[in-house]
């Protein structure tokens, strides 16, 4: 069952995509806080699947492909 939260983090992954797509660091900062704060508020921390491990492997995917 899809829960607002759950709906709630999809969409602020979205944005946060978003953000890093268009070079806004700094809006994609706030939104990674919303989505680290959603995270420890779920009982579902440790599961594998949720957004804010896709937020962060965006991160790393998009570090490392700036490297030469």
Known sequence: MTTSVDLLEKELLRVFRYACRRD????????????????DDSKLSSHGNRPLNDAYRDLIVTRNAGRP
């Not at 806004?24 to 995270?39: G, N, P, T, Y």
């Open 24 to 39: 806004r660091m700094d809006i994609a900062e706030f939104i990674l806080a919303a989505l680290e704060k959603l995270d």
